[in-house]
């Protein structure tokens, strides 16, 4: 496995892979979890040759957000994609992502301003940037991302198409611990009675599915049926609850197949989000 930290140098090894074969690409920011390894095994199923990212991305963060405490794991990451068999692991300093004076940014109107957009403005300005400038890198085959994060992969794909990036964005299913907390580098913020409280994202989604599979098909009482879980954690703080179009995150007053049931909550000082698809 290489290590490499220049977009020049990343460039050339990409390059150098593609004659072997087809390139998958599993972008993340680190601190490496079975959730992130899945999209990794997914891409080394599919593609003759797996590089990764690991890149903190500062403009993806707001400030008052937890850029500088996020979790940072370097080596055991590295230790983790190597025995995936990952071949390329791209680690760039921010500067070299974003020189001095770097004023260029990738927005997705509408879509980027909506779900997690909105709690978080500039968000995925800075999430589609990133990824744009991975592409331009990498320029790879396939691109591998997870369902976990519902409303990036409407941006992405989004951007994707307006781009005409020639390459294929696949989605994987979100992973999750037993008792169903989906798997987030930030569940280690979490206190044990936090981590108990956090359960609630999974079941107010479980409570909602089985509603809608009992036949309720409006949202506003499926989203009762969601929020009078929630309200068994008063403490854990709803930053939004919606059922949405999953292409266009555009709320729906009818929930159809397909449809997306996102959540975000703030559990003591951490920001979790977790979704279902209906
Ligand atoms: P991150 O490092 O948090 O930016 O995540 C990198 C990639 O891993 C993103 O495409 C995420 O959607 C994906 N990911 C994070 N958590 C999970 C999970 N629990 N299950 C599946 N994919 C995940």
């Given at each position: 496995?290489?290590?490499?930290?220049?977009?020049?140098?990343?460039?050339?090894?990409?390059?150098?892979?593609?004659?072997?074969?087809?390139?998958?690409?599993?972008?993340?920011?680190?601190?490496?979890?079975?959730?992130?390894?899945?999209?990794?095994?997914?891409?080394?199923?599919?593609?003759?040759?797996?590089?990764?990212?690991?890149?903190?991305?500062?403009?993806?963060?707001?400030?008052?957000?937890?850029?500088?405490?996020?979790?940072?794991?370097f080596e055991q990451d590295c230790a983790l994609l190597d025995a995936e068999g990952v071949m390329l692991v791209f680690a760039p300093p921010p500067e070299e992502m974003y020189p001095p004076g770097a004023t260029t940014f990738v927005e997705v109107e509408g879509i980027g301003d909506r779900l997690d957009g909105a709690s978080r403005p500039g968000h995925f300005r800075g999430v589609a940037t990133i990824v744009a400038k991975l592409f331009h890198t990498v320029a790879p085959d396939k691109a591998f991302f997870g369902q976990k994060d519902a409303a990036q992969v409407a941006v992405l794909r989004r951007m994707v198409r307006d781009f005409n990036f020639d390459l294929e964005l696949i989605v994987c299913p979100i992973v999750r611990e037993p008792d169903g907390l989906a798997l987030s580098s930030r569940n280690r913020y979490l206190s044990e009675r936090e981590r108990a409280q956090a359960l609630v994202l999974s079941r107010?989604?479980?409570?909602?599915?089985?509603?809608?599979?009992?036949?309720?098909?409006?949202?506003?009482?499926?989203?009762?049926?969601?929020?009078?879980?929630?309200?068994?954690?008063?403490?854990?703080?709803?930053?939004?609850?919606?059922?949405?179009?999953?292409?266009?995150?555009?709320?729906?007053?009818?929930?159809?197949?397909?449809?997306?049931?996102?959540?975000?909550?703030?559990?003591?000082?951490?920001?979790?989000?977790?979704?279902?698809?209906?």
């Open positions: 496995m290489q290590v490499l930290s220049t977009v020049r140098e990343m460039r050339a090894a990409c390059r150098a892979a593609r004659q072997q074969g087809s390139l998958g690409l599993v972008p993340t920011m680190g601190a490496l979890h079975a959730g992130h390894i899945s999209l990794v095994r997914a891409a080394r199923a599919q593609c003759d040759g797996v590089a990764a990212s690991i890149f903190v991305n500062p403009t993806q963060f707001g400030p008052n957000e937890d850029f500088a405490r996020y979790p940072r794991t107010a989604l479980n409570a909602i599915c089985a509603t809608y599979h009992a036949g309720q098909k409006q949202v506003a009482p499926l989203l009762d049926a969601g929020r009078s879980i929630m309200a068994i954690e008063p403490e854990v703080r709803i930053d939004y609850l919606e059922i949405v179009d999953p292409g266009t995150l555009l709320p729906l007053t009818e929930a159809t197949p397909g449809a997306l049931v996102a959540i975000a909550a703030q559990v003591g000082s951490t920001r979790l989000i977790d979704n279902a698809i209906l």
